[in-house]
């Protein structure tokens, strides 16, 4: 199973601790999703029900970058299920969780390498109820930034321009 993250998740020691060392990962792009602060946190103040994280929204023409982890056994979903939601794959199967985690058809992916494409499923976390307005804790912000920085200017400069507070550009 593969997987589509896009903010803090793509930060090298974020995926560490969710997926551990051993990872492959590609540089991509999704069409037909804006990227925005307004997603309930589930572990970035989540006793805060107005604080907002990074979530993705169906919308066109927009498009977000970020990165393909591939190849994951059940154990690393789990994890992504855990870090996202709060809940084990299981109990959110269950319709315990408020979060939505779902699968994207691979033809709306690109990769920044022209040689490369996506084989399997794609998973990804979208804003399943949208905040009405949020408050972004600085230190995430700031996470979400650095981990964009690591994977390169271009990527930076897509990341930066591609991302919204409530569909205006920060």
């Known amino acids: ?5 896009y ?13 551990g060392s051993d990872v492959d990962f590609h540089k991509s792009i999704l069409t037909g999703y804006l990227r925005d602060f307004s997603k309930k ?6 006793n805060n029900s107005g604080r907002g994280v990074l979530g993705l929204t169906r919308a066109s023409p927009y498009w977000c970058n970020g990165l393909i982890i ?3 056994d059940n154990a690393q979903i789990d994890s992504y299920y855990q870090r ?3 809940y084990s794959k299981k109990d959110y199967n269950t319709g315990k969780s408020g979060y939505k985690i779902k699968e994207v058809d691979s033809t709306q992916f690109y990769f920044y390498e022209d040689t490369k ?4 499923s794609v998973l990804t976390a979208l804003i399943n109820d949208k905040l009405d307005s949020a408050e972004t804790n600085e230190d995430y ?3 979400c930034h650095e981990a964009a920085q690591e994977h390169g200017e271009q990527f ?6 591609t991302t919204f507070e409530f569909y205006n550009e920060v």
Do not use: C, Q
């Open 41 to 46: 946190a589930h572990s970035w103040g989540s």
């Open 84 to 86: 996202e939601t709060g």
């Open 7 to 19: 903010g803090s998740l793509m930060h090298p020691d974020e995926i560490k601790k969710t997926f």
């Open 1 to 5: 199973m593969n997987v589509f993250v």
């Open 141 to 143: 912000r700031n996470l």
């Open 70 to 72: 591939e190849e994951l």
């Open 156 to 161: 930076y400069d897509d990341f930066v321009d």
């Open 117 to 120: 494409e996506v084989e399997g």
